[in-house]
C-alpha cells in the first residue's frame, strides 16, 4: 500500500533560519498521525509541504505516492484544514457547500448537508458570523466532504474551548471510522492527540525526533529510577532519551527493544505525554527548559 | 471556479454596473442635444471670428461637464485597480482563506487565471463602455475646445478612445501584483494608487511625445498661434508678443514646443514667454484703433520684419494612431505583470 507520507532528507529555509530540516518520514496508510511540538517546531511547515504550499528548500516528500499538490487529481486526494479554519467570512453556509461541490469532483453533498444539520448550522448563516467551534465545524466538513483519501489539519482545536475542542475531536474521530481515511493533525497539546491518534511524530527545533505507533512507541520507552549511576555504563543497547540525576539518585528515559534485567532500576511505564516530555527535554545544549504546554 | 470568483465580485460589480448605466444614461439623454446645437451653430457662424466667438461661448458653456466626463474616465482606472485589483489576492491572504480555497480541487494557477479573467475583463469592458461613450458625447465639445483641452492634450487624450481600456487592464493587473507582494490590502490599495499615479503621469510626459518623431515646422505669426500681444506702457512703447501651445492650420495639434524666432532664426522666447518686436505701438498697423481690435495688418508687418513661430507638434490626425500605440503598450506591460503574478503565485507564494 502506497505511504500516505513520504520524505527523505526534507528541508525548508525561510532565510538563514531553517524551518524544518533532515526530515525523513514513512508514514502507512491508514493512521490517524498527531504531529507535537512546541510552537515554531516546524509543525505547519511540514503540513504546508505536504499541501504543497510550500515548496521545499532541500531533499523530496510524496504525498500518496504524488507530488504536492501538483495536479487536481492529487489535490481531490488531500484534504486541508488550516490552522485557525479560515471561511469566507462575507459567504453563507450554504455559499461554502456550493463552493464545495463546484470545486471538488469527489464532492459527498449528502453527508456534508447532514453533518450540518446534525450540527445545527443554519444554511444561510454568514460564515463571518460563526463561533469558533462552528467555524472550525465549517471548515472541518468542507474537508471531509471532500472525501479525501488523507486529510491534513494544522492545530485545528487550538483556539477551541474544551468542549468544543472534544466534540471536533470526536466528530473527526467517528468521520475516520465510517470513511476510512487517513489523517495527519498537529498541536503543541498533547493531551489533543492522546485521545486519536495512534501515530506520533515529535517535531522540536526544526527536527524529527521520533516517528511511530503509538503502541509500539509505548512499548519501547521505559523510564528507569535507581541509585546515581553514569549513562555510560548502561547496556548499548539503551538509548538514552532524557536524562536527570540528584545527589543519590538517577532518572533515565530510555528507548529499548530487548527487556530491562537490571534489579537496580525501578522500571515504570511512560504515558503519551511523558514519552513526549521526554524528546521535548532532550535538548543538545543542555538547556532544560520545559517548553511544551502541557495541559490535561 | 466561476461561480466562487462571481459570488466574490459580484456586490462591486453590480454596483459598478449601476454608476455606469447611469453616466451612459446621461450621457446619451444629454449628446444628441449637445450635437444639435453644435451642428445649429457651425451652420450660423458665417465668418471665421464668429465661429471661433460661437466655439468659445459653446465650449465655455459645458466645460464643467466637459471636464467632470473626462475625469471619470480617467479615474475609472485607477478605482479599478484600487477596489477590484489590490484587494483581489491580499484579502485572500490577509483572512487566509487562500489555504481554504487553494486546497479544493483546483490547482491555484487555475484559480488565479479564473479570477484575473473574470475580474480584468469586466475591468476592461467597463472602460471601454466609459471610454467610448465619452468619446461619443464629447465630438463636439472637442471640435470646439481650446488648445490646451483639445484632444491631443494629455489630459483629454486619457480620457478619449481605446486607452482607458489599456489603462484599465493595467491598474487592474498592477493592483493584483502589489496585493500579492504587499500581502495587506490597505497598503496595497495605497501602494498600487502611488504606482499608478506615476505611470500616468510619467506616460504624457516622458513616453507618449516620442511615440512618434514629431513635426518641426516653421510658421508664420497670426491669431492662431499668438496668445500674448501687449503694448508697454498704455500703448506708448515697445509691442511685446508671445506664442501659444497651437499652430496655424492645424486645430487641436499637440504642441510640445513653440518657440518665437528672430529674423537671424535665433530664438528669443519660449512658449508663453513675451519678447519685444521691433514694430511701433503708437502708429501703425500695430498701434490700438478706436472699435474692435483687428490685427491682421499688424500680423503682416511683424512677418515681413522676418520673425516667425518655430514649433514641434503632433498633429491631430495622429490621435488614433497614439491611441493604439498607447493601448497597446500598456497590453504589454499588463502581459507582462500577469505573467509575472502567475509565476509568483506557483513559486514564491504560500
Known amino acids: 500500500m502506497t505511504p500516505v507520507l513520504q520524505t527523505q532528507d526534507l528541508g525548508k529555509r525561510y532565510g538563514k533560519r531553517w524551518a524544518l530540516r533532515d526530515c525523513a518520514l514513512d508514514i502507512p496508510a491508514g493512521h490517524v498521525v498527531g504531529l507535537v511540538g512546541p510552537n515554531g517546531a516546524g509543525k505547519t511547515t511540514l503540513l504546508k509541504l505536504a499541501t504543497g504550499q510550500l515548496e521545499p528548500t532541500a531533499g523530496t516528500i510524496s504525498v500518496l505516492g504524488g507530488s504536492p499538490a501538483a495536479t487536481p487529481a492529487q489535490l481531490a486526494k488531500v484534504g486541508f484544514v488550516a490552522q485557525d479554519t479560515p471561511v469566507y467570512a462575507g459567504l453563507t453556509v450554504a455559499d461554502h457547500l456550493k463552493l464545495g461541490a463546484r470545486l471538488n469532483p469527489r464532492w459527498d453533498a449528502a453527508m456534508a448537508r447532514e453533518r450540518l444539520t446534525r450540527l445545527g448550522l443554519a444554511p444561510n448563516h454568514r460564515a463571518g458570523r460563526l463561533s469558533g467551534g462552528e467555524r472550525a465545524q465549517l471548515a472541518l466538513t468542507l474537508g471531509l466532504a471532500k472525501r479525501p483519501d488523507l486529510l491534513i489539519l494544522d492545530e485545528p482545536v487550538a483556539s477551541l474551548d474544551p468542549l468544543a475542542r472534544r466534540e471536533f475531536l470526536q466528530a473527526l474521530m467517528e468521520a475516520t471510522v465510517a470513511h476510512e481515511f487517513s489523517v495527519v493533525l498537529s498541536s503543541h497539546l498533547v493531551s489533543d492527540l492522546e485521545r486519536v491518534c495512534d501515530y506520533l511524530i515529535v517535531l522540536t527545533d526544526s527536527r524529527v525526533r521520533v516517528a511511530g505507533e503509538v503502541d509500539r512507541l509505548l512499548a519501547t520507552h521505559h523510564r528507569l529510577t535507581g541509585p546515581r549511576r553514569d549513562p555510560a555504563r548502561l547496556p548499548a543497547d539503551q538509548h538514552v532519551i532524557s536524562a536527570s540525576h540528584t545527589d543519590r539518585q538517577s532518572t533515565y528515559v530510555i528507548r529499548t527493544d530487548a527487556p530491562i534485567h537490571d534489579p537496580a532500576w525501578l522500571v515504570t511505564q511512560l504515558n503519551l505525554e511523558d514519552l513526549v516530555l521526554a524528546y521535548m527535554d532532550r535538548r543538545p545544549n543542555g538547556d532544560r527548559r520545559l517548553d511544551l504546554e502541557v495541559q490535561r | ?350
Request: with cysteine; aromatic share 10%.
Open chain 2, 1 to 350: 471556479m466561476i461561480w466562487l470568483t462571481w459570488r466574490q465580485f459580484r456586490g462591486s460589480a453590480l454596483m459598478t454596473a449601476a454608476a455606469l448605466l447611469t453616466l451612459t444614461a446621461v450621457l446619451a439623454l444629454t449628446g444628441p442635444g449637445l450635437a444639435a446645437q453644435y451642428a445649429t451653430g457651425i451652420a450660423g457662424c458665417t465668418s471665421g471670428d464668429a465661429c471661433t466667438r460661437f466655439f468659445d461661448q459653446f465650449f465655455g458653456e459645458n466645460q464643467l461637464a466637459f471636464v467632470a466626463v473626462s475625469f471619470a474616465v480617467l479615474a475609472l482606472p485607477a478605482l479599478t485597480g484600487l477596489f477590484w485589483g489590490a484587494p483581489l489576492i491580499s484579502r485572500e491572504l490577509e483572512a487566509g482563506t487562500h489555504l481554504l480555497v487553494w486546497n479544493q480541487s483546483i490547482t491555484r494557477g487555475r484559480w488565479l487565471a479564473v479570477k484575473l479573467a473574470l475580474t480584468g475583463l469586466t475591468a476592461v469592458a467597463a472602460a471601454c463602455v466609459c471610454g467610448l461613450a465619452a468619446t461619443w458625447w464629447s465630438q463636439p465639445l472637442d471640435r470646439s475646445a481650446v488648445p490646451e483641452l483639445a484632444q491631443m492634450a494629455p489630459l483629454v487624450f486619457g480620457a478619449r478612445g481605446t486607452v482607458s481600456m489599456g489603462y484599465a487592464a493595467f491598474a487592474f493587473v498592477l493592483g493584483v501584483t502589489v496585493g500579492m507582494l504587499v500581502r495587506r490590502t490597505l497598503p496595497a490599495m495605497a501602494l498600487t494608487l502611488a504606482v499608478f499615479a506615476a505611470v500616468q503621469l510619467a506616460m504624457p510626459l516622458l513616453v507618449r511625445p516620442h511615440l512618434m518623431p514629431p513635426v518641426t515646422a516653421t510658421f508664420e505669426l497670426g491669431h492662431a498661434n499668438v496668445g500674448g500681444f501687449t503694448i508697454q506702457d498704455h500703448g506708448g512703447g515697445d509691442v511685446q508678443i508671445a506664442t501659444k501651445a497651437a499652430v496655424p492650420g492645424d486645430a487641436g495639434a499637440w504642441v510640445l514646443t513653440s518657440e518665437l524666432t528672430d529674423p537671424s532664426g535665433r530664438v528669443i522666447a519660449g512658449m508663453g514667454e513675451e519678447a519685444p518686436v521691433p514694430v511701433s505701438g503708437t502708429s501703425g498697423p500695430c498701434a490700438p484703433q478706436g472699435g474692435p481690435p483687428n490685427l491682421d495688418a499688424c500680423w503682416v508687418e511683424i512677418n515681413q520684419l522676418g520673425y516667425r513661430q518655430q514649433a514641434t507638434y503632433h498633429p491631430l490626425e495622429r490621435f488614433w494612431p497614439f491611441q493604439w500605440i498607447e493601448t497597446g503598450i500598456y497590453a504589454l506591460l499588463t502581459a507582462a505583470l500577469t505573467g509575472f503574478c502567475f509565476w509568483w503565485i506557483r513559486r514564491r507564494l504560500s
